[in-house]
């Protein structure tokens, strides 16, 4: 590191000092804490995704966003060259960045990684980071840190995206890397056509009027509302009412993860609404969940990420052996493409054995999109869902290739068939669906071509399988990291004595499964138990609630 750059460094660090007495940890999906305590952290990110960028030759992201925590919290993802996730090799340099006392301490730990990196800041490529943040009003601030973290490295630049979903921000991470536009009206575009094409290859008197079918969408109140409206303006097809775009306090008895775990209708929704099909986003529009107002008129019938997973993998499942099917009705030019899911442990029970039930490969990983993307990348399609609605569809190169040329092939021997309307429609279907990371707004449009595709009501959806009883709770301890998991979070190893006494408690309820685990996004451990009715599902996740407090020594919340 050259003199000049070291005093760059020491002059723009002095004006970021941490906090006393905190330790940050990049978690599930990166730093996350309340927002007065994260200028540090997001200029010293800031720093890191200007680093990537020299390392990779690339495009980087940085998303200011703490998604579903509440209004106060903020927090910052990085977003990799394809678009996914900051690879994890670098994760423990962003802990050791983010705790550094002081500017001298911090530069040392640069010069340090740069060179274990083999990165030459000598006349390396320009760093470039797109930014964007979602609509907490600390985000203004911290993007500011973010600036200045970046170009705290001689020569980086970057383009501020401004309030843009945390899926839109990693799309335009990949697009700008491939060399497509990566811009909002992009997209837009994108998905707009995909959608566009996926409902012309509906099979014929499959069409429906959707004079009365309305689908109401929540926006919790964050960024996702504001972009469905802004989409809404391109799309026929589909009727779309969104509520809480932006009026009342974000993700506050709202969205996705209010919706999924309270298992309540959300504020703005009534029972006037009963019968209708909703959708409910999170505070930045990574996650979905559908769900519909029962009779009460305040409980509701959820359709979960498990759920959205079942039908994603049936329409792909048909569309895949209709293709296989060649014009010698032997399956000859076909390829045996693998189509894979991956869950974690909060999948819902029922779901797996439907998903095995159709025949499919069924992953667990732990919980973090991180995980599950790296997993459904190994398959030619790979469909992941975290129950909470956290999800997509990857689909490898490959595949898509051979796709795009049985395509041409089909069409000029037999234009038109349904052979060639489903390499059609899964080549819409690649184009649709993020394939850089879950995102609520491509998911829904995907569900939507699908429901019509297949005429059915959110209803018959629900019917694919009945839920077993579940219930989450979450616990405030002294120390969550005490608690230490394995087998994809399904064990605990650590304290010891602990999956013992939930094991003892487990065993006395039919069907019952629990499992507890840190999280990585809020200071709490969760509690997750499963069993045959809604009454032993509540008591075992209470006595395991206990247990945890007994151990660990927390209050519930
Ligand atoms: C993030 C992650 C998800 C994870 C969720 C909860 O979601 O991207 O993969 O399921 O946090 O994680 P934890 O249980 O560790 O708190 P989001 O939507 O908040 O970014």
Not at 330 to 346: D, M, R
Not at 433 to 455: C, F, Y
Request: some cysteine.
């Amino acid at each position: 590191m050259n003199h000049e750059q070291r005093s760059l460094l020491l002059h723009s660090a002095s004006r970021f000092p941490l906090p006393p007495g905190v330790k940050f940890s990049y978690g599930t999906a990166g730093f996350r804490a309340d927002a007065a305590m994260l200028e540090s952290t997001v200029f010293r990110v800031g720093i890191l995704a200007a680093l990537r960028s020299i390392k990779t030759g690339s495009t980087i992201g940085l998303m200011i966003t703490a998604s579903h925590n509440k209004v106060s919290d903020n927090g910052i993802k990085v977003a990799d060259p394809s678009g996914g996730m900051l690879t994890q090799g670098w994760e423990p340099f962003a802990d050791a960045l983010a705790n550094s006392p002081d500017p001298d301490t911090l530069i040392q730990l640069l010069e340090d990684f740069v060179k274990e990196e083999n990165i030459t800041l000598d006349g390396a490529p320009t760093a470039h980071v797109l930014l964007g943040r979602d609509t907490r009003p600390s985000g203004m601030l911290l993007v500011e840190a973010a600036k200045q973290g970046i170009t705290s490295m001689m020569g980086a630049i970057f383009t501020d995206m401004g309030v843009v979903t945390t899926p839109q921000l990693h799309w335009m991470v990949r697009a700008k890397n491939k060399g497509i536009e990566a811009s909002e009206r992009n997209y837009f575009d994108q998905l707009l056509t995909s959608f566009r094409c996926l409902l012309d290859y509906i099979p014929q008197g499959n069409s429906v009027s959707n004079e009365d079918d309305i689908l109401i969408v929540d926006g919790a109140d964050g960024v996702g509302g504001e972009k469905i409206e802004k989409l809404k303006t391109g799309l026929s097809g589909l009727r779309i009412d969104v509520r809480n775009s932006g009026g009342g306090e974000l993700n506050e008895g709202v969205g996705a993860d209010f919706v999924q775990k309270e298992k309540v209708v959300p504020r703005g929704f009534g029972p006037a609404d009963i019968g209708i099909r909703c959708a409910s986003l999170d505070g930045d529009a990574d996650r979905l969940v559908y769900f519909s107002i029962l009779p009460d008129g305040n409980k509701i019938s959820l359709v979960d990420g498990d759920k959205i997973l079942s039908l994603f993998a049936l329409f792909l499942k048909e569309q895949l052996s209709i293709l296989n099917v060649a014009e010698d009705g032997k399956g000859n030019n076909s390829y045996q493409a693998s189509l894979g899911v991956v869950q974690t442990a909060y999948a819902n029970g029922a779901s797996t054995d439907y998903l095995k039930q159709l025949g499919l490969e069924v992953v667990f990983t732990p919980t973090g999109v991180k995980y599950l993307h790296e997993k459904a990348a190994e398959f030619d399609i790979g469909i992941y869902f975290e129950a909470n609605g956290h999800g997509t569809v990857l689909f490898s190169e490959t595949f898509l290739s051979w796709l795009d040329i049985r395509n041409h092939e089909l069409s000029s021997i037999s234009k038109g068939s349904e052979q060639q309307k489903a390499a059609l429609r899964l080549l819409a279907t690649s184009q649709l669906i993020n394939q850089a990371v879950g995102d609520a707004l491509s998911g829904l449009l995907l569900v939507e071509a699908i429901l019509q595709h297949k005429r059915w009501s959110i209803f018959r959806w629900n019917e694919l399988y009945q839920d077993l009883p579940s219930r989450q709770l979450k616990v405030k301890v002294v120390d969550r990291n005490a608690v230490v998991t394995a087998n994809a979070e399904t064990v605990v190893v650590s304290p010891i004595g602990v999956q013992e006494a939930i094991d003892n408690e487990t065993a006395k309820y039919p069907q019952g499964r629990c499992f507890i685990r840190p999280s990585g996004t809020e200071d709490v451990v969760r509690v997750y138990a499963e069993a045959l009715t809604q009454e032993s599902a509540d008591s075992l996740a209470h006595s395991v609630l206990s247990i945890v407090d007994r151990f660990l020594g927390g209050s519930s919340n």
